[in-house]
């Protein structure tokens, strides 16, 4: 009887993939096809077993399915497996009644190290981060990279969300002990959005979603901190969205503009320059404040071309001013720490200059004091620039923040602007008012002028006369006006109160 005989129809066929030792000791992968024999009675008589070596194709699979579901600078899950992961957790968690959380972890101003270091050191910094971050979670819990310094950390089967928490602050305290680079000590922080389920959703989508809106409201609170997702958070996200849309579109659309807000010589009462402050009204929205479309402005990246239009205009209108008659008025521009750190703006506030024909020793920039951290080195040599241009560097908002003295040893300033803050309770609390002295005298000192900003009533002014503070700014004598407005402030020219 030949075997061809019995086998059609009648076989079972099993194919098996294990691995195997050859005689010569090489380790392969084989594959095994087995297949019953039966006679026409159906009576087994046998197996036939033929055998594959896959072993290239099997590597060659795995190292698809690695480069696939894995992220290459960690060896972590990428998002890929992170999606399928949090799926299986959120499964698991439904079947035996338990908790699943998302954690969404970004470093803090890592694109710094990255531009400041250099590629190779960010890189290897990550790393690290990937191996610290896994000390953080038990071994069925995932840590995955999304790309850049953005982590995912999903924890399975938790009794309750308290848990997840408890690993967000390990995490937090984690990442903030040095990280030691050939020598070098590094310091990081992260911010840490939670969702959980059961509580925010059950789709995969929606809870990587929430938890990178708690994360960017973890930013927002000063970053190195966790927050829950709350579904206010959501509705918080889309009047965000509405609003970055709407101001991609304001420049085209000519909402933006600016008012002036002049600035008085106590001695004498006369105004003696003007801050600009940028206004955005918007058809939807109505007038929006500063202090709310700046930070989306600068996070969304628009600040440069933002801040391009003012000093811009600012330019115009100072040009127009000084050619007017009004040549000794100085015109302060505020402008993001983040406009700083383009390469070009050195050499486009030259061209700037020449082009409107403003005269730069009566333009002044803001810098606020709580931007500079950053980038120490590379902001100390682009105010030095700005001074050589003729342009006055003032440092505002002095007082909160990250005050520190050393800033004003370091940089360029001319100016030295005393926070609203302490203005406005100099007059009722001694810590404040002793606070104000101190930085009169430390500004005279080092030969800077002081402008207090934010008087509003008249003990604040007297307490500031009496404090040797000799330029101020406040709703006291004006509120921003436009620049018409300011024209007829500046022919009357005396602010009698
Ligand atoms: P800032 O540079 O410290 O500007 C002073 C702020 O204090 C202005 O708020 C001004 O209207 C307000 N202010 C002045 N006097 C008084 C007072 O007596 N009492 C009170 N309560 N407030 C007073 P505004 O215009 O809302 O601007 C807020 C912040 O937005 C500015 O603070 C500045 O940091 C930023 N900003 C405004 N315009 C620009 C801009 O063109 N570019 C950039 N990058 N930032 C800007
Ligand atoms: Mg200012
Ligand atoms: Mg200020």
């Not at 969205?241 to 002049?262: C, G, H, I």
């Amino acid at each position: 009887m030949q075997l061809s005989d019995l086998m059609p129809e009648r076989k079972t066929t099993l194919r098996q993939t294990n691995a195997s030792i050859t005689r010569t000791g090489r380790q392969i992968i084989c594959e095994w096809h087995l297949t019953r024999l039966v006679d026409e009675q159906g009576r087994a008589i046998g197996v036939a077993a033929l055998v594959d070596d896959v072993t290239e194709r099997e590597v060659a699979r795995s190292e698809l399915m690695r480069q696939a579901n894995y992220d290459t600078l960690t060896g972590l899950p990428n998002r890929l497996l992170a999606n399928d992961r949090l799926n299986q957790a959120v499964k698991y968690a439904r079947r035996y009644k338990k908790s699943a959380a998302v954690l969404f972890v970004d470093l803090d101003m890592f694109k710094h190290v990255n531009d400041t270091m250099g590629h190779e050191w960010g890189d290897r910094l990550l790393q690290q981060v990937s191996i610290r971050l896994q000390s953080c979670v038990r071994e069925q819990d995932t840590v995955a990279r999304l790309g850049g310094d953005e982590f995912l950390v999903i924890l399975a089967g938790l009794n309750t969300m308290v848990d997840a928490e408890l690993v967000a602050e390990k995490i937090l305290t984690s990442v903030a002990m040095p990280f030691v680079l050939d020598g070098h000590n590094f310091f990081l922080s992260a911010s840490i959005g939670i969702t959980g389920f059961p509580g925010d959703q059950e789709d995969v989508g929606v809870l990587l979603r929430n938890a990178d809106t708690a994360m960017y409201k973890a930013k927002e609170e000063g970053r190195n901190t966790y927050c829950f997702y709350t579904d206010d958070m959501n509705l918080q996200a889309r009047e965000r969205m509405t609003l970055e849309s709407e101001l991609r579109q304001a420049l085209d659309n000519k909402e933006l503009y600016l008012v002036y807000q002049p600035q008085v010589n106590l001695l004498d009462g006369q105004v003696v320059g003007v801050e600009a402050l940028l206004r955005w009204r918007n058809g939807a929205l109505g007038e929006v404040e500063p202090s709310i479309f700046i930070p989306v402005a600068e996070s969304a990246g628009m600040i440069d071309l933002i801040g391009s239009w003012v000093l811009a205009d600012a330019c115009r209108q100072l040009t127009q001013w000084y050619r007017q008659g009004f040549d000794q008025l100085v015109l302060a521009v505020n402008v993001s720490s983040r406009q700083l750190r383009d390469e070009g703006f050195v050499e486009n506030l030259q061209i700037l200059l020449r082009v409107s024909g403003c005269p730069p020793e009566r333009l002044k920039l803001e810098i606020t004091e709580s931007t500079l951290l950053a980038d120490e080195q590379q902001t100390r040599i682009t105010l030095e620039k700005i001074k050589m241009l003729g342009v006055g560097v003032v440092l505002d908002d002095f007082g909160v923040g990250y005050s520190s003295l050393s800033y004003l040893s370091k940089y360029a300033f001319n100016t030295l602007k005393i926070d609203r803050s302490f203005v406005q309770n100099a007059n009722r609390r001694s810590e404040d008012a002793s606070l104000c002295r101190a930085i009169v005298a430390m500004a005279r000192s080092l030969n800077l002028q002081v402008i207090a900003e934010g008087v509003e009533c008249k003990e604040q002014l007297e307490f500031l006369k009496e404090a040797g503070v000799t330029i101020v700014q406040g709703f006291l004598y004006s509120r921003p006006v436009t620049a018409g407005q300011l024209e007829r402030l500046l022919v009357a020219n005396e602010m009698v109160l």
